[in-house]
């Protein structure tokens, strides 16, 4: 594939607006994978949290 064929290819795709990315849609989007992936980390931070402070009370 050309240099010249990728950018034609690229020219057909929208950059989203950053409102779009945040809203909340239903289905396969670039926007759930967005909410998925910022919940997914959340609940990360919050279990390593939960851990964290259940050790430093049993530990003493």
Do not use: D, H
Not at 10 to 29: V, Y
């Amino acid at each position: 594939m050309s240099l010249k064929e990728v950018n034609e290819e690229n020219k057909s795709t929208r950059i989203a607006s950053s409102s779009e990315l945040n809203s909340w849609k239903r289905g396969f989007t670039p926007q759930a994978e967005i909410w998925n992936g910022r919940i997914a980390i959340a609940g990360l931070i919050i279990i390593l949290t939960i851990f964290l402070i259940s050790n430093l009370i049993v530990s003493g």
